[in-house]
């Protein structure tokens, strides 16, 4: 009887690892299976914290990861290199976006697809890009860009107007 229960116990463990190993695969986007994806590139003046894994969407679905992010050769941009979906061709004038998943969310790729007939192959290059938008530097320039155009024309007028809470 002893046997037995041992027995059984050691398979749930088994089985329970197995689950454990299963779920980890899958929630970290590992794959056995051999899927082939295709590569391509898309250099960015700024990555803005694009980090390798990230997703790559279109419409925002899904369609590929970030396989890495690198300087370019010329040290003066950022290349990353996307891992796209077999079944999913973009047109050769699609546009790459580094885009903010809420507020202050992680960093991904959208893809805007263009109008083009003829598609990327593997290795291609997405042309058309744009870095991220780094929210505080919008908020700086939106607070702080008219002080500065008011300091610059020296306006006292235009200083004390900017900062009127009044009500009325």
């Known amino acids: 009887?002893?046997?037995?229960?041992?027995?059984?116990?050691?398979?749930?463990?088994?089985?329970?690892?197995?689950?454990?190993?299963?779920?980890?695969?899958?929630?970290g986007q590992i794959?056995?299976?051999?899927?082939?994806?295709?590569?391509?590139?898309?250099?960015?003046?700024?990555?803005?914290?694009?980090q390798s894994g990230a997703r790559v969407e279109v419409a925002g679905v899904e369609i590929g990861r970030v396989e890495s992010v690198a300087l370019t050769d010329t040290l003066t941009q950022a290349r990353a290199t996307?891992?796209?979906q077999p079944d999913i061709r973009l047109p050769r004038d699609s546009r790459a976006v580094i885009k903010t998943?809420?507020?202050?969310?992680?960093?991904?790729?959208?893809?805007?697809i263009g109008p083009a007939a003829e598609t990327l192959s593997s290795g291609g290059r997405i042309q058309h890009t744009e870095s991220a938008?780094?929210?505080?530097?919008?908020?700086?320039?939106?607070?702080?860009?008219?002080?500065?155009?008011?300091?610059?024309?020296?306006?006292?007028?235009a200083d004390d107007s900017m900062f009127d809470l009044s009500l009325d």
């Open 133 to 157: 938008t780094d929210i505080l530097d919008t908020v700086g320039q939106v607070l702080f860009g008219n002080l500065n155009a008011a300091e610059q024309t020296g306006s006292a007028a």
């Open 82 to 84: 996307l891992s796209i």
């Open 31 to 50: 794959s056995f299976a051999g899927t082939q994806h295709y590569r391509l590139t898309a250099e960015f003046s700024d990555a803005g914290g694009l």
């Open 101 to 112: 998943a809420g507020l202050i969310g992680e960093r991904f790729i959208d893809i805007e």
């Open 1 to 27: 009887m002893k046997l037995d229960s041992e027995l059984v116990v050691g398979w749930l463990v088994v089985l329970v690892l197995g689950g454990l190993v299963y779920l980890s695969l899958q929630f």
